[in-house]
Structure formats: C-alpha cells, structure tokens
C-alpha cells in the first residue's frame, strides 16, 4: 500500500530544495535582462557566453568604449610607426590635455601619438585615442592650429561616430548578432576604417563644430582652425588629411559661419616662430 502522507512530505521537501531555488535563478535572469540598464545586462553577457566578451555598439558603455580603443591601439601598433620621441609626444599630449579638460566629454582618458608618417594626415579611434603624423605636425604653423586638429579628431569621438560605422559595418557585412558584436571583429573592423574609410560629411561638419568649441573654451585663436585647412586647400596636391575629410570647403564656409556668429577674442596659439622652433628640435 502506498504511503501517501509520506509522498507528500518528501515532495515538499523536493520543492523546497530544488524547484524553489531554480525559480528564484530564472526570475533573476529574467530581471537582469529586461531592466532598463543596458550597461549592466552587456556586462553579464561575458558570463553568460563563458568568456565571449560582446558589446552592444548601440549603447556602448565608457568603460567598454576605452577598452575598444586599448584593443585596437595594440593593433594599430603594427599598422602604423608610433614614434617613440618622448619629448614630441609629451607636447603633444601638453597641448591634447588642455583640450581634453574642455571636452564634452572629459571622463574619457584621452591618449594622443605621433605617426613617424609625412603624409599630412590625423585620425581617432575611440575611447580617447587619438594620432597625428608628422607630416602633419611640420605643416601647422603654429601650435592653435595643431590644436585645431587635435579638437577635430576629438570631436569624432565626443560624437562617437566611429562606433557608428563600426556598428553599421558589421550590420551590412552580416557579423554583428542580436546580442551585438564580437570584440575581436569590432576591433578589426574598427582598425580598418579609422585607416581606410573617409567619414561622412555629416560627422565632419559634426566634428568641426565641437572642435571649434572646444578650442574657443581651451582659448585657442578660432581663426587657426580655418586657416589652416584653407592653406591645406590652397596646395598643389591634396594632402591626406583633405582627401579623407569630404567637403572641405563647405566646411570652411561653416566654420566662418559660426565664428561670425559666436567670435571669441582670445588668440593664443599663434605665435609662428616658437612652435616652428620647437617642432624643428623634436623633428630632427
């Protein structure tokens, strides 16, 4: 004969020590994922897909976004000859540190390198990584235009716009998932277009406005910013820095457009001779 009291018993004790403890795991993991804390619940998908690291480009996270960049940096030092002048690096992190305490967005830790490249040409990654060849370096005239550079390629990643074209790359090329995309192919893609592809009019014209304010804030000369991509203009060949940057001279026109509207008197920055002076010693 069964004993049923004691089926009963030992049911509810089955409950207790298995059932109940495996609903409590499923509506936690319920919660974690349908609260509206997207940070957090990416930061869990590392656990949940045994050490796969995916980040949800859509709403990517700072701590992430440096993290990308410090990725790609290691990268990018097979890609490109970083100098290893101490001295002409700490310049220009000098002047990338003024500019970085008027960003827009000034909890990134901005890191800013020199490119052994003649070729007259910037470019960011994300997270705060910025680089600047030394063909580049010689044509500024002065440090409020160098400056204006760094500003600009800063205000590419105050927009974030290349985690945008990461972001849509691999939407187009099929690589990014539901989830979001794999660290190791945003890094790769990543790499690719800060090197290869041309931005958008719509960043650039993005990218000059928050430049043009930072440098205004930081109290470099606004005029520097326009002068020297007219002189950049005005050469006998298109330099690298014009041919990856579309619309250089509506840009120019917009530029003039908002110092017009908004003019500043401070004009530091412009004194030709000591930044050529010092530039010439880093440089030889």
Known sequence: MINWQGFRI?????QRRCLYPLVSVIVALSVCLITPLPS???????????????????????????????????QLQQEVNISDNSELNDYINEVGRRLAANSDRPNIPYTFQVVEDSAVNAF??????????TGLLKAADNEAELASVLAHEMGHIEGKHLIKQIRQQAITSGVATLAGLDKNKAVGIGVQLALNLPRSRKDEFDADRRGLANITRTGYAQSAMVSFMKKLQGSSSVPAFLSTHPGASDRVISLQRQINNQPSNQNNGLDNLAYKSRIRAFLQ
């Not at 030992?10 to 089955?14: A, E, S, V």
């Not at 998908?45 to 990308?68: A, K, M, T, Y």
């Open 124 to 133: 960011a990654t994300t997270g705060g990584f910025i680089y600047v060849n």
């Open 10 to 14: 030992n049911y509810r004790l089955w």
């Open 40 to 74: 957090k619940a990416i930061d869990l998908l590392p656990l949940l897909f045994q050490g796969v690291q995916i980040f949800n480009l859509s709403n990517i996270s700072d701590r992430q976004e440096v993290n990308l960049g410090q990725q790609m940096n290691q």
